[in-house]
């Protein structure tokens, strides 16, 4: 057990001769379920190196001690180098161009999912974040592939169909966590259209495991209904716009990750792009229903102009103590974007991968919030 627990310890600084996946985004949530994917998939001498931020050490280790404790043949495969992706050398030092050699494929996750970001932590993070990442890339001599986490609302608020090849619609933005992600993809595009083998994933509003009910962060949808069980059997949740013409678009962790993990081993998914998606999503007045089944409450719905709700939660601490919802949620209730994932439904065809529905596992998600009611609402930043 003593040397179980060493192991992360005495591998995090030391870079490999062996072949290695880079990753980063770990020890977030979908890195961390991402690694033991990746460990089943590959030869036991791949390892895998992740590009870990200082204050997040002593987390990583414990995962890696988590992780490579289910397999005897994952032990010794995980290495952990402390860096940081805002900076040009990544934080690396001389650590770098030696890394650059062994990397076989990069896996970039690390960004900062939270819509109400400040647009220069935006800035630094999603845009110079992904550019020095990809400056990395470009000098790895035996890439085989740039695997890069988007996200489907780089379409920002744009009204109509938004398929798995646009990108520039004249789109505007709900926040500066959509325009920065927006603009690092762009990035991410020029440099797959000069030549960089790359897949570029983009998932919609990720919940929750749709088995388990397990997330790391309570956001998005979980607002809601952490609203609903705060109230008696007949709750009061605020509407606007008509919820009957918009839809809301929720995926399962479980869901993006086995998806990922398939697409990513496809020869034939380099210079593609996936969105990840529901391609049955319900309107938001279904999703509504679906969450007052799920808590066992009936809605009343008070219908308020956009404006009133947003402002009212941005200004009136006494809405911010009372409901605690993220002001900047209330766009996505008036959400005109439609998702097409055509494309990753062909690639995953043959498969058992498919985007449950929410009405499936929404009583899972539930059920973990009321097991676990302190989980953070705050994103690893």
């Known amino acids: 057990m003593f ?3 060493s192991i992360p310890l005495i591998l995090s600084d030391i870079i490999k001769s062996m072949p290695t996946i880079f ?6 949530f979908l890195g961390s379920a991402l690694i033991e994917r990746l460990l089943a998939r590959h030869a036991h001498e791949v390892t895998i190196t992740c590009l870990v931020q200082p204050k997040f050490r002593t987390l990583a280790e414990e995962r890696v001690t988590y992780i490579e404790a289910k ?4 032990q010794g495969r995980i290495n952990l180098c402390e860096g940081d992706i805002t900076q040009p050398d990544l934080g690396l030092g001389d650590k770098y161009s030696t890394l650059q050699q062994a990397s076989q494929e990069i896996y970039h996750l690390a960004a900062v999912y939270d819509l109400a970001v400040p647009r220069h932590v935006g800035l630094r993070i999603n845009l110079d974040g992904t550019r020095h990442m990809l400056d990395f890339a470009t000098g790895c001599p035996d890439l085989q592939r740039f695997q890069y986490v988007s996200t489907c609302y780089v379409s920002g608020n744009y009204d109509g169909l938004f398929t798995e090849t646009d990108l520039q619609v004249g789109q505007r933005f709900n926040n500066y966590y959509e325009e920065t992600k927006y603009l690092a993809e762009i990035e991410v595009q020029s440099a797959m259209q000069h030549g960089l083998p790359t897949t570029i994933y983009r998932p919609s509003i990720v919940t929750g495991d749709s088995r388990t009910g397990v997330t790391q962060k309570y956001d998005g949808p979980y607002y809601v209904l952490q609203w609903l069980l705060r109230q008696p059997r007949w ?9 009957r013409r918009y839809y809301t678009n929720m995926v399962p962790c479980d869901f993006v990750i086995d998806a990922l993990d398939y697409l990513s081993g496809l020869p034939q998914s380099a210079g593609r792009v996936y969105q990840l998606c529901d391609p049955n999503p319900p309107t938001v007045n279904t999703a509504m229903g679906i969450m007052a089944e799920a808590t066992h409450r009936q809605l009343i719905k008070i219908p308020l102009p956009k404006w009133v709700a947003k402002i009212s939660l941005q200004r009136l601490s006494i809405m911010q103590d009372l409901m605690r919802i993220e002001p900047e949620t209330v766009e996505y209730f008036v959400q005109p974007t439609r998702y097409d994932c055509r494309q990753t439904q062909q690639d995953l ?9 929410f009405a499936s596992y929404i009583h899972r998600l539930v059920a973990y919030m009321e097991q676990y009611p302190d989980v953070s609402t705050r994103a690893m930043v």
């Open 3 to 5: 040397l179980i627990l």
């Open 235 to 243: 709750a009061v949740l605020p509407t606007t716009g008509n919820p």
């Open 23 to 28: 990753l980063t985004g770990f020890p977030g």
């Open 71 to 74: 397999q005897s043949t994952w």
């Open 349 to 357: 065809a043959g498969t058992d991968i498919a985007c449950p529905p």
